[in-house]
């Protein structure tokens, strides 16, 4: 009997070779800095990321607030009227 693909019984035979080959170190590259120093690399990495974004134009904004706004409003209208529609229809039914 053959258990399913990345089954948690029997490890891959990739993990299997990984785990003889390498020793795990206990803290890793956490524990050689100081929490200051992770705050300093977190923001150098956000801002890094942030200068990879494209970032839409004026006239791409404005045309996706506008779809945006108007998608809603006829969510709001369709939401309206079946509420108004069931509203009527139960009064009609129960008096």
Do not use: C
Not at 54 to 66: C, E, F, G, I
């Amino acid at each position: 009997m053959t258990d399913a693909v990345g089954s948690i019984d029997t490890p891959d035979a990739q993990d299997e070779v990984a785990e003889g080959k390498k020793k795990a170190r206990k803290g890793g590259k956490r524990a050689k800095k100081g929490p200051l120093k992770r705050l300093a690399t977190f923001y150098r990495q956000i801002v890094a990321e942030l200068r990879k974004v494209v970032w839409p134009t004026r006239n791409q904004l404005t045309s996706y607030t506008t779809v945006v706004i108007f998608f809603v409003a006829i969510m709001i209208a369709l939401v309206t009227v079946i509420d108004y529609g069931l509203n009527h229809a139960a009064k009609y039914v129960f008096g």
